[in-house]
């Protein structure tokens, strides 16, 4: 079973009446207010529009609700207020299908299985050993590979112990990106990286991002010269 059965286990049923659309061409966001049982904080956005192929940048202080925006998008969470459109529908009559068909969300907390490296890639998907390690080369992690003495089967610890912060980073963007989704939604990816191999892993992005619409949260300029939109969170707005 791979990580789409497990995935599509998970969904709770849906009645007859929900929309699956095949294709789409603008996400809009307005008046959107959502806040956390037991907090006084709210996080609203205005207005908000993703249009198919455009890539588009998040900034904004820590605590913004930038992360909580990304799960908002991805259907994970459900505002208080606020209209979510995509391509004139409300969120609430698409189906779940839609979204983990046509999204990947690449988050910071990066969540790494006791199991090889190849299989937290792979999660199960049809992904060959030269498709992997052809994406663990242009990251930065093919040196870190060859040292593994059972490569690509070397087991990775519990919840990648073995890896340090930044290549469990990058294994999480090459799962992430290799699903080969519509939308990407990246939280912070090159967080835990030093400015040489944050090049590598932008002209990556650049290279799997073509042609595919995404939405980054990032304040480092390498990752901000992918976009050519920018919105930025300012008291939780």
Not at 11 to 40: C, K, L, R, V
Not at 76 to 92: A, C, K, M, S, W
Request: glycine share 8%; with cysteine.
């Amino acid at each position: 079973m791979n990580l789409e059965d497990i995935l599509s286990l998970a969904q709770p049923d849906e009645g007859a009446h929900m929309i699956a659309p095949s294709q789409w061409h603008s996400i809009n966001f307005s008046n959107i207010e959502m806040s956390y049982a037991g907090t006084q904080k709210i996080i609203s956005i205005p207005r908000f529009s993703l249009a198919r192929g455009e890539i588009i940048c998040i900034s904004g202080l820590s605590g913004q609700g930038k992360s909580t925006f990304l799960n908002l998008l991805a259907q994970f969470y459900n505002p208080q207020g606020g209209l979510r459109e995509i391509d004139g529908v409300p969120y609430e009559k698409i189906s779940r299908k839609f979204f983990s068909e046509h999204f990947a969300m690449i988050s910071q907390e990066v969540e790494l299985f006791s199991l090889s490296v190849r299989d937290n890639i792979a999660l199960g998907s049809s992904i060959s050993d030269e498709e992997i390690i052809s994406a663990m080369r242009a990251v930065g992690l093919k040196e870190w590979l060859s040292t593994l003495h059972d490569g690509l089967d070397t087991l990775v610890g519990e919840k990648g112990i073995k890896l340090s912060a930044g290549q469990k980073q990058r294994v999480n963007l090459i799962r992430g990106l290799l699903l080969d989704r519509d939308i990407y939604l990246l939280d912070e990816p090159t967080s835990h990286l030093d400015d040489e191999t944050e090049e590598k892993v932008v002209a990556f992005l650049k290279q799997k991002l073509k042609n595919k619409t995404a939405v980054i949260v990032s304040h480092r300029p390498a990752s901000r010269r992918l976009c050519s939109r920018f919105y930025e969170f300012k008291g939780n707005a």
